[in-house]
């Protein structure tokens, strides 16, 4: 019988999280490169449920688009 993967979460709606040392890994292995994308994904899903206004979503857009030149 296959056992099926289950995620033990989820972060940001796109980053899936296999168990809780998966988690520990990341915590532990973050460089700048991957804080930097944590920090963006966390960014747009804030917007996505509606924490920002339409001036503090444009600032934070050209931000990003700044930060991935």
């Known amino acids: ?3 099926e993967n289950s995620n033990y979460g989820n ?7 296999l168990s809780e040392e998966h988690l ?3 915590l532990s292995t973050m460089d ?7 920090l963006i994904e966390s960014v747009k899903s804030a917007h996505q449920k509606g924490c920002f206004s339409i001036g503090e979503t444009e600032v934070i857009s050209k931000s990003i688009r700044v930060l991935l030149k």
């Not at 972060?11 to 999280?17: A, C, E, H, V």
């Open 1 to 3: 019988m296959e056992q």
């Open 11 to 17: 972060l940001f709606g796109t980053i899936d999280l």
């Open 24 to 26: 520990e890994i990341i």
């Open 32 to 38: 700048a490169d991957h804080a930097l994308v944590y």
